[in-house]
């Protein structure tokens, strides 16, 4: 049994229908990339697992349980963290604060608790910034305290959306690095993106997304190898 299951589902922004029979599983410890041109959905589908969006139609499973039509607050506690690509972070709190709101004492499955100390480790930047308030943070910085913070809640998956969207080239290489020792932890991770060197070195499987429905799915090397693929979805 996959650790996440999203089957066939019908994803609506009011009246306009954006995902379109829709279907993936996640591995436990994998990293599954979403990629796509804008508009493909992408966001919609991270959205609707971690229950922002909620499907119409189809279902979502978590380790078996459906979690269509909980709330977004009992989805994060049953173990799914959400990064979203305008990162949220609280301008007024600090660092430390903006971490300690999002502590939890407990973790998912067999993953040990985070803690400040740890995603300091992770994070060495916000260590040095840790009184300092989180709106007076670089973008790159505020991408790094979002993802911080979502792990202070001790997810067992976590679902990126778009996390190297307008950040430096430097700041790039420094969050894939990061995310690269978070995959080495053994984290499962669903990563949305649209920059494909970002996620070349940590995807293990790969769905291509256009007009809401799958267009491809396979490994990370097999589409790295299939020109055709990338220039027909990616126009890379």
């Not at 039509?69 to 990162?87: C, N, T, Y």
């Not at 080239?169 to 060197?197: C, Y």
């Amino acid at each position: 049994m996959a650790l996440l299951e999203v089957s066939h589902i019908d994803t609506y922004y009011a009246d306009s229908h954006i995902l379109f029979d829709l279907s993936i599983t996640v591995e436990a410890g994998e990293v599954v990339c979403l990629l796509g041109r804008n508009g493909a959905g992408k966001t919609t589908t991270v959205r609707s697992i971690a229950g922002l969006t909620p499907p119409r139609a189809g279902a979502i499973t978590l380790r078996g349980r459906d979690i269509v039509g909980l709330p977004p607050f009992r989805i994060a506690r049953l173990g799914i963290g959400f990064v979203p690509e305008d990162r949220r972070v609280f301008p007024n709190l600090t660092v430390h604060e903006n971490l300690e709101v999002a502590r939890r004492t407990w973790g998912n499955g067999s993953a040990s608790p985070w803690s400040e100390e740890r995603v300091f480790d992770l994070f060495p930047i916000l260590r040095e910034r840790r009184r300092q308030a989180g709106g007076t943070l670089s973008g790159g910085e505020q991408q790094m305290l979002t993802i911080a913070r979502t792990l202070m809640g001790n997810p067992e998956i976590l679902l990126l959306d778009e996390p190297s969207e307008g950040l430096a080239p430097i700041v790039v290489e420094t969050l894939r690095e990061q995310l690269g020792r978070l995959k080495a932890s053994g984290l499962t991770i669903v990563l949305a993106e649209q920059n494909v060197r970002f996620v070349s070195d940590l995807g293990d499987r790969v769905y291509i997304l256009e007009k809401g429905t799958v267009r491809y799915q396979g490994s990370m090397a097999r589409f790295l190898a299939d020109d055709e693929v990338r220039r027909t979805y990616l126009a890379v």
